[in-house]
């Protein structure tokens, strides 16, 4: 099945709101669920590939931990494995830089994976200490993005 195939069916998903899609043909099988980590592809000869849903991406509780001692200071980490991007074009400034303040639900940089920009967005109102990755460095799950002492 052609790359370009799913990712129209998984537009097409985030858009009318269907949640989980089975197709199998031949030694083929493609399966989509539109939750944070669900969509995969299995095949006889293809290895399976993970792929976020197209919604924003908000890290959990979970993903926020203390960088230090210091209660104030919270690490936003990555909540997927992908490309982090700090800015929406190579051409545009970065959403934020250290020193900025930032809101709760404010666009924090983008996480690409399989194609699909997944911003990562901002889970308290703070001020940017330290900016842990460069821009188009890959990133793994839970990996640190930035430091935030909360306000």
Known sequence: MDHDIIMAMMDKMAQTGIT???Y???????KIENQSFAPTLT?????V????????????ET???????DDSVKEM??????????????????????????????????????KLMNEIESEFDGEITEILVENEQTVEYGQPLFLIKVQ
Do not use: H, N, R
């Open 20 to 22: 989980k899609l089975s």
């Open 24 to 30: 199998k043909k031949g030694d083929m099988e493609l």
């Open 43 to 47: 095949s006889a000869q293809i290895p």
């Open 49 to 60: 590939a993970e792929v976020s849903a197209a919604a924003p991406v908000v890290p959990s």
């Open 63 to 69: 993903a926020l931990q203390p960088a230090s001692k």
């Open 77 to 114: 980490t990555s909540p997927l494995i992908g490309t982090f991007y700090s800015s929406p074009s190579p051409e545009m400034a970065a959403y934020v830089k250290v020193g900025d303040t930032v809101k709760k639900g404010q666009v924090l940089g983008i996480v690409e994976a399989m």
